[in-house]
Structures are given as structure tokens and as C-alpha cells.
């Protein structure tokens, strides 16, 4: 039995790409299997005024992506930090998913996908969560 309030046992939580973030970027893929719902969470921080635009893509095979309609855009102050949370309804996406950069200006940051509502829980981590 898992326990409810601890998000690490019914959230999965992996990391896509981290650094610079660059026009045509394409992350790692995730494999959802199991999973019914993802959010994409990309967290950037600007030297300059800049653009993102996260757009998530599907496949049947790990191999060829196309976009899921509904990606996201967002204008980035200069020398500033935001968020941007793209949610996926995974009952009507293929099996793998990852998410395709569209950059103006300099940005670094993270996006970072978590799957919910996995039918194997508690999930298998990449790193021991810690619990205080």
C-alpha cells in the first residue's frame, strides 16, 4: 500500500534536458506506459529578453515525433526566471513522449516531465526521494 501524501510514490518525476536551451532542442524521451496524465514543466532563466516555446510530441516507436496539439509559448523579461506547465492527457497520446524547444535570446534551464496516475505505484525513481 502506498502512502497517499507522499508525492514521491504517485508522482514520476524525470528530468528531459538541463542547460542551455537552445531553437530545435529536442529532449529526451519518456516512456508513459502506465501513466494517464504528464506535465512538462520548463524553468528558464533569461539574459536576455527571450521567447520559449515548449511543444510536447508523441510517438508509437521512440523513433519519429509529431506534435501533440496545444504547446506553449511564453516571453521571458530580461535577466529573468519563470516557469511554464504544459499539461497531456496521455489517453489519446502514444506510448512515448518528449518535448521540442523553440528558443530566442539566451536561455538556461530545465524541462522536467512528471506522469501521474500510474498504474505501477509507487514508481521506480531516478534518484531516493527523501522524506523530512
Do not use: C, W
Not at 11 to 32: E, N, R
Not at 79 to 106: P, Q
Not at 111 to 128: E, R
Request: charged fraction near 15%.
Amino acid at each position: 500500500m502506498t502512502n497517499i501524501h507522499r508525492g514521491s510514490e504517485n508522482i514520476l518525476v524525470k528530468t528531459l534536458a538541463a542547460g542551455a536551451l537552445t531553437t530545435g532542442a529536442t529532449s529526451t524521451s519518456i516512456d508513459t506506459l502506465g501513466y494517464r496524465k504528464a506535465t512538462f514543466v520548463l524553468s528558464a532563466t533569461t539574459g536576455s529578453a527571450s521567447n520559449v516555446t515548449v511543444q510536447p510530441q508523441d510517438s508509437t516507436d521512440d523513433s519519429t515525433f509529431t506534435a501533440v496539439a496545444g504547446g506553449t509559448s511564453t516571453s521571458i523579461g530580461a535577466s529573468a526566471t519563470t516557469e511554464v506547465l504544459v499539461d497531456v492527457d496521455l489517453t489519446y497520446r502514444s506510448r512515448y513522449l518528449n518535448a521540442k524547444l523553440s528558443v530566442t535570446g539566451t536561455v538556461t534551464g530545465a524541462v522536467i516531465v512528471l506522469l501521474f496516475n500510474g498504474s505501477d505505484v509507487p514508481p521506480t525513481q531516478d534518484n531516493a526521494p527523501v522524506s523530512v
